[in-house]
């Protein structure tokens, strides 16, 4: 029966996943090739990217989402940027703009709405009073800013940024050439990183280029301007094709997609090499999938656990391995998009700590006879609430973002970095095991003597992989440190919150060897980790100072200061006497 289980979950999970898009969407050959359109390459904030890529990120700034409803049809976003960027009226009126504030609501004067998105056409008639509440909160000093001055600053924030992206592709001999002057200026104006360039080199010219500043090099208005380059005739395709998806012309903007994929591999084969797999990779969704897997594996485990029944363990140990397959091919294809190792960003190092969380999960209970479920445990709640972190900070546009110059080394990514996230990951497996021993001695008759000792000795030894791990990591930091900036050591927050761990690994380790603590204690100070351990990943960014103050994100604040909350309520769970726990009855 146990194998039968088994299988059914291996099957289950095999038609589940590849049957919710993996497969691209059918186009016949009367339908606009859009999924081909998203393969085209572009080049945005220093990387190349698909255009499907692009669309994704920029959606999801504005939106928090990767595809967009319209008339109760769900529309992707290559097709809601496609609309856009070719000027198609209907694009003004997808609802894409999240406004959740209430006062930024009311002083728009929109209505309140079950998911707090509203369109470019409803917001426009109020961009005056939009624009003179961003300039009164900008013009506020950060710390004197309320919570309604950041909220219209982040909308404001949106709006324009959907202007000047859109602005970029916008087709010159459709602008009336009274105004063909001042938007030609305005458009030269902005930051040629802040705005998607969309012409690769080819035969014509050796840099990537604006579509707009190619396609003005064909206006004769323009001719005088002395500042644009030469023609490109990628440009004059590319705006063909924009012009005829305008005008409903299917069979025009397909054989223009084939006629500019087939220059574009004449020309500049190298560019094209990577996007087909990267739209595949944002097909996947592998990250999302393997969060509900993972939380379906905890809710299995904790029934078998709890009940003692090795059935669902057993079918939870193997849902958890078909979580982490497509979980590793993620980080294996962002290493081969990204060319860099896996760990570069806040972002990367979720998913990173939680992939490694989740495979000590595996080794615990294929190895660790007596777990009993606990590796199951672990690996499922710490697998989905990581890739939950990443989801939410995903939030900000690419996650493989161009690195900064002090980060732009791999030999130092692939060692320093790796080595203390996995030392991160150690402390947070020891200190989710603590959570897991207090929580369940004081609210179940599970924990009995052999369970207690299982599950001290697993906290114990990875806790010894975790004080190993994070102080090989950390000198490697230093001497990472003495090469970049001159100093081995400057007391930066980021240094101080690794040596946090490192003493407080080392602090836990001496306890228990000089028996000043029992597995109780040792359970309480492991859950204290976790919020050493958040504080370096997390809190030392928010201070906004230092050498490493790279990694701010403002929404981290308020889940780090829950995270921490929930952390102290259980170890004062676990200080509670033993006789009033359940298990200690």
């Known amino acids: 029966m146990k194998k039968i289980i088994i299988n059914g979950v291996v099957v289950l999970f095999a038609v589940w996943f590849f049957q919710s898009g993996v497969r691209p969407p059918k186009e016949s050959e009367t339908d606009f090739q859009v999924t081909a359109f998203g393969q085209l390459p572009v080049k945005y904030e220093g990387r190349e990217k698909p255009i499907d890529t692009l ?18 049809e769900r529309v992707s976003a290559t097709q809601w940027f496609l609309d856009n960027i ?14 959740e504030n209430m006062d930024v609501l009311s002083s728009l004067g929109l209505e309140e709405r079950k998911r707090f998105r509203y369109s470019f056409r409803e917001i426009l008639p109020r961009i005056g009073n939009l624009d003179a509440a961003s300039r009164s909160a900008y013009a506020k000093n950060e710390k004197q800013r309320d919570l309604y001055d950041k909220q219209v600053i982040k909308v404001a924030n949106k709006f324009y940024l959907y202007q000047n992206v859109m602005s970029s592709f916008e087709d010159p001999t459709a602008i009336p050439s009274e105004q063909l002057m ?33 396609l003005l ?45 087939a220059s574009l591999q004449r020309e500049n084969p190298a560019v094209l090499e990577k996007m087909p797999f990267e739209t595949f990779y944002n097909r996947l969704g592998a990250f999302m999938k393997s969060a509900q897997l993972y939380l379906l594996v905890f809710v299995l485990s904790c029934f078998g656990w709890l009940a003692r029944k090795r059935g669902p363990i057993s079918a939870g140990l193997a849902l958890m391995i078909c979580a982490f397959i497509p979980h590793t091919f993620a980080i294996i294809a962002r290493v081969f998009l990204s060319g860099y190792p896996p760990v570069t960003n806040l972002y990367s190092s979720a998913i990173f700590i939680g992939w490694a969380a989740v495979l000590a999960g595996i ?3 294929l190895v660790y006879r007596k777990a009993e479920g606990m590796g199951n445990l672990v690996g499922g709640i710490a697998g989905f609430t990581t890739l939950l972190v990443a989801h939410f900070l995903a939030g900000d546009g690419d996650t493989m973002e161009q690195m900064r110059a002090v980060l732009d080394t791999r030999f130092w990514l692939a060692t320093h970095v790796i080595t203390v996230t996995l030392g991160y990951m150690a402390t947070f497996v020891a200190g989710t095991i603590g ?9 179940t008759r599970r924990v009995d003597e052999a369970t207690r000792d ?21 000198v490697l930091g230093g001497l990472w440190a003495d090469d970049s ?11 101080n919150g690794a040596l946090l761990i490192v003493i407080w690994n080392a602090i836990m380790l001496h306890a228990k060897y000089g028996k000043m603590v029992g597995s109780r204690g040792f359970a309480v100070m492991a859950v204290t980790g976790n919020i050493v351990t958040a504080w370096s990943w997390f809190g030392v960014n928010q201070l906004s100072v230092g050498l490493h103050s790279y990694g701010f994100t403002s929404s981290a604040t308020f889940w780090l200061l829950v995270f921490v909350a929930s952390q102290l309520v259980v170890i004062f769970a676990g200080l509670i006497p033993v006789k009033v726990w359940r298990s200690g009855r």
């Open 485 to 495: 900036w001159g100093r081995f050591w400057g007391w930066d927050p980021k240094e």
């Open 363 to 365: 080794v615990l209970e």
């Open 182 to 214: 001042s938007t030609a200026q305005r458009y030269m104006s902005l930051g040629k990183y802040s705005i998607p360039l969309a012409v690769p080199p080819n035969a014509g010219n050796s840099k990537w280029r604006p579509l707009m500043s190619a």
């Open 217 to 261: 090099a064909n206006h004769p208005a323009m001719k005088s301007m002395g500042n644009v380059g030469p023609p490109d005739a990628m440009a004059v395709k590319f705006g063909v094709m924009l012009s005829a998806y305008r005008d409903g012309d299917v069979a025009r903007f397909n054989d223009t997609l084939n006629e500019y994929n």
């Open 55 to 72: 669309a994704r990120n920029f959606l999801t700034i504005l939106s928090d989402k990767q595809s967009v409803y319209h008339e109760g």
């Open 454 to 474: 299982n599950m001290f000795r697993m906290m114990y030894g990875t806790a010894c992989f975790a004080l190993l791990l994070s102080f090989v990591g950390t």
């Open 86 to 99: 070719s000027g198609r009226p209907e694009a003004l009126d997808y609802q894409v703009f999240r406004v």
């Open 435 to 443: 959570v897991f021993y207090i929580l369940a001695g004081l609210l």
